[in-house]
């Protein structure tokens, strides 16, 4: 059964941070790219951020690019997202996906194993 399972969301005051982990099973982990995508109330969901499994490399929205760093621990199968100088407006619903083909976070249509998200709150 595959599992993408979130964890490490929170309520935190603007200028703090935050470390999100999803834990990854049921498929083959170093083949996959991880993608971390956010929905805000009333608002489309946003990719963010993601890493291929295989090679390491990483790309980042312009919206957290210099806050935001995302990491993988392939032992583990599980993906990190730390988050940096949080701002109100990164409140959201925080969801990782798996994407088979390797892509990057802005090939959304590809990300096929979604988690069940973890609520971040951001106060000012």
């Known amino acids: 059964e595959v599992q993408l399972v979130e964890s490490g969301g929170g309520l935190v005051q603007s200028g703090e941070s935050l470390r999100l982990s999803c834990e990854a099973s049921?498929?083959?982990?170093?083949?996959?790219?991880i993608g971390w995508f956010r929905q805000a109330p009333g608002k489309e969901r946003e990719g963010i951020s993601s890493?291929?499994?295989?090679?390491?490399?990483?790309n980042y929205a312009d919206s957290v690019k210099g806050r935001f760093t995302i990491s993988s621990d392939n032992a583990k199968s599980t993906v990190y997202l730390q988050m940096n100088s949080l701002k109100p407006e990164d409140t959201a619903v925080y969801y990782c996906?798996?994407?088979?083909?390797?892509?990057?976070?802005?090939?959304?249509?590809?990300?096929?194993?979604w988690g069940q998200g973890t609520q971040v709150t951001v106060s000012s």
């Open positions: 890493i291929s499994s295989s090679d390491g490399s990483t």
């Open positions: 049921g498929f083959p982990f170093d083949d996959y790219a």
């Open positions: 996906a798996a994407n088979r083909f390797g892509g990057p976070y802005y090939y959304l249509y590809e990300y096929e194993f």
